[in-house]
């Protein structure tokens, strides 16, 4: 069995940082960025997001990193997205991890990035939607007023790989 990694969150909670930190700590492991992944545009009107790209791909890569840690960072609102994915990766012992931080934080990191500043309400929004769906993770990792290898720490320290 593999086991896989998924954090996910809003766009400025860190998923990428703290994927790829978590990535470096463990030993003949993989990882992959979800969004890198869905980078094929126009989407369509009934997956904006490109789910159906990302989990293809996924997919297709799965042979490779099967047999090793796979840490993957990217969008997740809802079960049934997890589930479209979780179904690309046959034999995986996958783990949702939740990064969360407060709305002022978030405010502040994603206009901090100094690009895209005018998307910041949705990404508040975004946030919004995950906090209302609780349970939805295996675990949730606060990441206000840490800084990255502390927030890796503990999500490396919560999973098992």
């Given amino acids: 069995m593999s086991t896989v990694l998924w954090l996910l969150g809003p766009s400025g909670v860190g998923k990428s940082t703290v994927g790829w930190l978590v990535y470096r700590s ?9 969004d890198q992944l869905g980078l094929c ?3 369509t009107a009934d997956d904006p997001a490109n789910h159906r790209v990302k989990s293809a791909a996924l997919g297709a890569l799965w042979p490779e990193f099967r047999g090793s840690p796979l840490v993957v960072s990217g969008f997740l609102d809802n079960p049934a997205e997890a ?4 179904d690309r990766l046959p034999g995986a012992d996958l783990t949702l ?5 407060s709305r002022a934080e978030l405010r502040a990191r994603f206009l901090g990035r100094g690009w895209l500043t005018g998307a910041v309400d949705g990404v508040l929004d975004h946030a919004e939607v ?5 349970g939805f993770a295996d675990f949730t990792v606060d990441t206000d007023g840490r800084a990255p290898s502390s927030v890796a720490a503990e999500v490396r320290k919560r999973w098992t790989a």
């Fill in 26 to 34: 463990l030993d003949r492991a993989s990882y992959v960025d979800a």
């Fill in 41 to 43: 545009y126009p989407s």
């Fill in 130 to 134: 995950l906090e209302a769906a609780p």
């Fill in 97 to 101: 991890c939740r990064l969360r931080v």
């Fill in 83 to 86: 589930r479209r994915y979780a």
